[in-house]
């Protein structure tokens, strides 16, 4: 057999040989290509660490303001950043952070610490969108400050390291205030409208057990609400809580204002009606008679003094104590029609007491309306619309329309239908006791309204002035980039303790809000102030709470930040202490030395070096005094 012959027991025996032959290659080249792939895959995701900061392992003692990732290889860019997952956590309590943000070199992402880090273990977590994870730890142990004794307006709390005490948040009593201001309107209201209601138009209701019964009611109401509001008003003033409040001896503060010496007096002239009302025939008595009217003159007279600014401001005061009589008058006559006089049917004496009432509604109503009208254009002017307090105005105008529509409706029925009446019987209480309701329901919600403009500042009345405002004599206005802006005003202006105010009105939220205080005397120390205010506010550190600037001459305060970008451009100015001795002169005039300390209050703004703009002083000398300035030492 010859060799053709041979029979091949290869691949060549089978009919689609040839094109095999030719898929080899292109197979081997696949492999080739899948085996270059699975190189290049088990290289992503190989990206570490480098360096960080806070570093892996180290114990912090000064809160960061960001994290700080520096990487080994390239991340890939703001993109690949901007998908990366970076998570900080304190004791498993995550702490928030800003958006990552990739530095020039392509290898450093920082974030920003939006709120400040707890005590414990931190564990920071990251990982890159080619696959790259990784953690570590560090310590923190940045709160150690302590907080010093202070008085902080609306609840913010002031730290100063080494000053171990504690402060309580300053209570929001806003709501409350309001609410018990309404109870008061209407109780208040309900004793004088219900007291000259009986004086003027039915003597005979003081025969009646229910009529005593009534008085007796709102008169403890009344008290016991003044009380409530006296509480809460001495709270907001102190910083203080409601129970501290109740006791009379914490009521000093309250008369400091305009608006608590007459809520005082209001609950005394109230507390002096009840002893008359408790029995109300007293009030007919001969030797009761001028007693009772100066006392329901004196509790009307004090709501004249809730507003003492605004336009005409003398005859504000008149018609404002003319148009709370008014409405006393108007509100106590339907509470006590409600709940008297239609308890039940009765004689000929409760028909007239509604047809008293009818006739004098009209004149109630022209007196109301026209010195409501007067007091809108003296609080509120032409800026009815325009103004928070001009368009509660407007709402209560629509409140008082519809009252005024069912009072009407009321008084034709009284006028027209019980003309010839000769009692009041069932029918008639029936057919009157749902509008005279409703009447007084929307009496109750005028008062509601008009407690809440209380609460507000209408445009022609000055904000009222805090309790614990005071002249600064130093006072530095500092503004920035990223609206970042700051007011720093101390008092006194000399050596010893000395009271910081720091306002804070932008940017709208920020960490790591920190005040330092550096003399230039090198032997001397300063302070750093940490104010953890996180929005727009103010901080008030107190004379007592060991601030105290022992160096006379140059004081450099600088102002630092954090907010969700990053790390604010710091704040910094200058400012004189005077060492607490100042000599004065006038011109052509001798000298002549004075221990009175002159105020001196700076108002140059300076932004980061603080020698760019050099600190103008503005010095004022009192006009009885001697001038003069004497050299350093």
């Known amino acids: 057999m010859c060799q053709s012959e041979t029979p091949d027991w290869g691949l060549s025996w089978l009919p689609f040989h040839k094109p095999m032959r030719r898929l080899i290659p292109l197979f081997l080249a696949v492999l080739g290509f899948l085996a270059l792939g699975s190189g290049v895959a088990s290289a992503i995701g190989e990206n570490t660490i480098a360096s960080s900061s806070p570093a892996a392992g180290e114990v912090i003692t000064v809160p960061p303001t960001q994290l700080q990732l520096r990487f080994t290889l390239p991340v890939g860019g703001a993109e690949a950043v901007a998908q990366m997952g970076l998570s900080l956590a304190c004791e498993s309590k995550l702490t928030n952070l800003g958006p990552p943000q990739l530095s020039a070199d392509g290898l450093t992402v920082s974030a920003a610490l939006t709120q400040i880090l707890a005590n414990g273990t931190c564990v920071v977590a990251w990982s890159l969108p080619d696959g ?140 002096g009606l009840t002893y008359y009302a408790w029995i109300t025939e007293r009030i007919f008595e001969p030797t009761n008679i001028v007693p009772t009217t100066i006392l329901l003159a004196l509790t009307m007279l004090s709501y004249g003094f809730d507003r003492t600014s605004g336009r005409a401001i003398v005859l504000g005061i008149v018609m404002a104590v003319v148009h709370m009589a008014l409405i006393a008058m108007w509100v106590g006559s339907i509470a006590l029609i409600w709940r008297v006089v239609l308890h039940g049917p009765g004689d000929v004496d409760l028909v007239h007491a509604l047809q008293g009432w009818a006739k004098l509604a009209t004149p109630l109503t022209i007196g109301i309306v026209s010195t409501g009208l007067f007091q809108v254009w003296r609080v509120d002017g032409i800026s009815i619309i325009n103004s928070g307090h001009g368009r509660v105005v407007l709402l209560k105008t629509i409140a008082v329309v519809a009252m005024l529509v069912v009072s009407a409706t009321v008084r034709q029925f009284i006028v027209r239908g019980m003309q010839r009446a000769k009692s009041l ?108 205010i996180t929005r727009p506010g103010a901080a008030l550190v107190s004379e007592d709470a060991g601030i105290a600037l022992k160096a006379p001459g140059t004081w450099t305060a600088v102002i630092k930040g954090v907010t969700t970008i990053g790390d604010l451009e710091p704040l910094s100015t200058t400012f004189v202490i005077a060492d607490g001795t100042t000599v004065v002169t006038l011109p052509k005039q001798g000298l002549k030395r004075s221990t009175t300390t002159v105020a001196t209050t700076s108002t140059t703004t300076s932004t980061v070096p603080p020698t760019t703009v050099p600190p103008a002083t503005t010095t004022t000398i009192p006009s009885t005094v001697e001038s003069t300035t004497l050299p350093p030492g």
């Open 132 to 271: 790259s994870t990784g953690s570590f730890s560090f310590t923190s142990n940045a709160q150690a400050t302590t907080t010093v004794p202070v008085t902080v307006p609306g609840g913010t709390t002031i730290t100063v390291p080494g000053q171990p005490t504690t402060v309580a948040a300053a209570p929001r009593l806003g709501g409350p205030i309001g609410m018990m201001r309404w109870i008061v309107f209407f109780t208040v209201s309900a004793l004088f409208g219900g007291l000259m209601f009986i004086k003027i138009l039915w003597p005979e209701g003081v025969e009646y057990g229910i009529t005593e019964k009534y008085f007796r009611q709102i008169s403890i109401a009344a008290i016991v609400s003044l009380i409530f509001l006296i509480a809460l008003m001495t709270a907001q003033e102190t910083g203080g809580g409601f129970a501290s409040g109740l006791s009379p001896t914490s009521w000093g503060p309250l008369f400091e204002t305009n608006e608590g010496r007459a809520v005082f007096i209001r609950l005394l002239m109230v507390c």
């Open 425 to 532: 019987n069932e029918r008639v209480v029936y057919r009157l006791k749902k509008p005279v309701g409703l009447e007084m329901a929307l009496s109750v919600s005028v008062l509601a309204l008009s407690s809440w403009m209380m609460s507000m500042r209408p445009p022609y009345v000055e904000a009222r002035p805090d309790g614990n405002q005071m002249q600064y004599a130093i006072v530095q206005d500092m503004t920035g980039k990223d609206n970042f802006h700051v007011r720093l005003s101390i008092t006194p202006g000399d050596v010893g303790a000395n009271q910081i105010l720091i306002e804070l009105f932008g940017p709208s939220r920020i960490q790591n809000f920190t005040v330092a205080l550096t003399p230039s005397e090198p032997s001397a120390s300063g302070y750093l102030i940490n104010v953890p």
